[in-house]
């Protein structure tokens, strides 16, 4: 059952920008559920809906991923990353307004927090991932990920290769691939782990996200040159066959584009 409660919001206006309007705007939010928001049509103004202390993900500066059993979205605000780390563990309530391009997804309005109130501005630009409908894998081989080791005679046969990678475990751990400890995500595979080479800020969402649920990496990567002699050291001992790039990730039945 779906409830409704009038959410006030006091604002102080910009004279400037709004000349002559100030006091006090009544906003409806509809409290409801991930799914209902989705797909049960359920009408509220200004396609305005309140959640009871959803499930946050992962989250990168201005985006989030929510996840209500099998459903994924995406929740977008300035600031938010910062914001739901300082509720983390808590009890709390998101206003959100829905929207719909460049796919569904959902503005944070406000979050509360026991007598708090949270106000989450529009973000600039779009951080939202990029969604990709009928996305074609065509380009990406499929590769034999068992046969690989970290050897360069085992991965000459993937140099300049796009390929897929189907449920690879993902780690986040300390590597000294180039001579200098850095902090690095690593797809893993039967005999071999593979460096993501400079993820980006998608990149890293996702993964992420795919960590803290504890789900494999499936999507589409590509191997660069043969690694250099430099490097056969620490890949024999480490077991490291080189660097991948990650170009594509699937998560939840959605393609989403990191390139």
Do not use: W
């Not at 201005?62 to 914001?83: H, M, P, T, Y």
């Not at 796919?103 to 990029?130: A, M």
């Amino acid at each position: 059952m779906s409830k409704f409660f009038a959410f006030s919001l006091i604002i102080v206006f910009a004279v400037v920008v709004f000349a002559g309007c100030s006091g006090e705007l009544e906003e409806t939010y509809t409290q409801v559920s991930l799914n209902e928001a989705n797909f049960s049509g359920i009408k509220s103004p200004g396609f305005k809906f309140s959640f009871d202390t959803p499930t946050f993900v992962a989250s990168k500066a201005n985006a989030a991923v929510v996840r209500e059993g099998n459903l994924l979205d995406f929740f977008v605000g300035d600031g938010l990353k910062n914001a739901l780390e300082g509720i983390e563990g808590k009890k709390f309530s998101v206003g959100v307004t829905k929207r719909f391009t460049p796919f569904i997804h959902y503005k944070v309005d406000f979050i509360v927090v026991g007598q708090d109130t949270i106000y989450i501005e529009t973000p600039d630009g779009n951080p939202l991932p990029n969604l990709v409908k009928g996305f074609d894998e065509s380009p990406y081989e499929d590769v034999d990920t068992d046969e690989l080791s970290y050897s360069t005679a085992s991965t000459k046969g993937i140099i300049d290769t796009k390929f897929k990678v189907d449920k690879a475990p993902i780690t986040y751990e300390e590597v000294n691939y180039d001579g200098e400890p850095v902090m690095a995500f690593l797809l893993n595979f039967k005999n071999v782990s593979f460096i993501v080479d400079s993820p980006n800020d998608d990149v890293v969402f996702m993964l992420e996200a795919l960590m803290n649920e504890n789900l494999y990496f499936n999507g589409g990567v590509s191997f660069g040159d043969r690694p250099s002699k430099a490097s056969r050291n620490y890949r024999r001992t480490n077991q490291v066959g080189g660097k991948l790039t990650v170009e594509y990730v699937e998560y939840a039945g959605k393609f989403i584009s990191t390139l």
